[in-house]
């Protein structure tokens, strides 16, 4: 019996010695002071941060070489030219380094533009630039530029120019793009334009001329075109019956009188607001879906085929009668300031913001819509 309690006092005091010992070496390792690289790489002008860690005295860095690369107090090394240096971290009397290998970054040179340009499209812009350079305009004399969209029409043909962007550049009085005949898109907005030849451009798919000074502008020769963008300039007609593929049309604030959208049955959205609009036909426009032709001296107004029409502004108009009941989608209508006597939305459900104040209107149904906004002076409302 008593052996057997000095073999298990023996076991008990081997156990509790060997509890005692230091952690393991690996543990101790972790908490050995060194730098986080022993090496690295930066580009000219750019940097990279060195930490000493397991340490908490003052650490003094070092360069071997400042007109490569150079150090901070805290450790932040900058390449300065291409070469190799040493960064040196010293504590106390250790010392720790880091291999520094700064490049310079090369930039790729672009790739040379082996197709040909249409020495006839270059001819007609290079004749343009110097016509409206010689009138003070500031457009780019690079055909290179990103003023310029050249595209090659056909595999393993030459490029044609489809693209410019003349965007508020003083351009004055008259230019023509007769000779440019691939021309897609042209932007010669916000400038000092009186006359702008497109005849020649049946391509042209895009057009942006607002905000000049045109009285008139001649679209019967671009069949392609899907968007128009002439308004604030001083148009008193507008003829879009050969646009047939035309989307989106803004002419708002001109001289113009009459309108007709009969022939453009892919409309989708029509501004032509601030006008003197005494005829508006859009009686055949069943794809429209925003409708602006507010302040102009409309009397009438056919929506009534208008199924997709979402959004109607017709106010400050002189309209006596205005028949919604076919447009359905339509989640917006403004029409105050006319003369309406009679205004009926029962077939609206999903009109949501009204605004028909400034009418003769004295009853108003209300309880088919589920409106959020709106304004109707003194009206008599039902239903909300």
Not at 348 to 356: A, D
């Amino acid at each position: 019996m008593k052996k057997t309690k000095k073999i298990f006092a023996i076991v008990l005091a081997v156990i509790m010695s060997i509890s005692l010992l230091p952690e393991a070496d690996a543990s101790a390792a972790s908490k050995k002071v060194r730098l986080n690289k022993a090496k690295a790489m930066v580009y000219v002008g750019k940097t990279v941060t060195l930490k000493l860690k397991n340490v908490k005295k003052q650490v003094k860095w070092s360069t071997s070489n400042k007109k490569v690369a150079i150090v901070t107090k805290k450790g932040k090394v900058k390449g300065k030219k291409a070469g190799k240096a040493t960064i040196t971290a010293k504590v106390g009397k250790k010392k720790y380094t880091c291999k520094i290998t700064v490049k310079k970054r090369v930039t790729p040179k672009p790739m040379k533009d082996t197709v040909v340009k249409n020495k006839k499209d270059v001819r007609a812009l290079k004749k343009i630039i110097k016509e409206q350079r010689k009138l003070g305009a500031e457009i780019s004399e690079d055909i290179n530029s990103n003023s310029y969209e050249w595209k090659q029409t056909k595999k393993n043909g030459e490029k044609r120019l489809v693209g410019i962007v003349w965007h508020a550049m003083n351009l004055k009085n008259e230019i023509s793009f007769a000779d440019l005949e691939k021309l897609t898109k042209l932007d010669c907005a916000v400038n000092n334009l009186k006359t702008l030849d497109i005849s020649k451009n049946t391509e042209l798919t895009n057009l942006y001329c607002q905000n000049n000074s045109l009285t008139t502008l001649d679209l019967s020769q671009n069949p392609k075109l899907k968007g128009i963008y002439c308004y604030n300039n001083r148009l008193a007609t507008l003829d879009l019956s050969h646009n047939t593929e035309l989307l989106f049309l803004r002419c708002y604030n001109n001289s113009l009188k009459t309108l007709d959208a009969s022939k453009n049955p892919a409309l989708v959205y029509l501004d032509c607001k601030g006008n003197e609009l005494t005829d508006l036909n859009v009686s055949q426009n069943t794809k429209l879906e925003t409708l602006v032709c507010s302040s102009n001296k409309l009397k009438t107004l056919d929506i009534r085929r208008a199924a997709k029409l979402k959004e109607i502004y017709c106010d400050d108009n002189e309209l006596s009668d205005l028949d919604v009941s076919g447009n359905i989608e339509m989640d917006i209508l403004i029409c105050s300031w006319n003369r309406l006597t009679n205004l009926d939305v029962s077939r609206n459900t999903k009109l949501e913001r009204l605004s028909c104040a400034y009418n003769n209107l004295i009853v108003l149904d209300l309880r088919n819509c589920p409106l959020v906004i709106l304004d109707c002076d003194n009206i008599n409302v039902i239903g909300h």
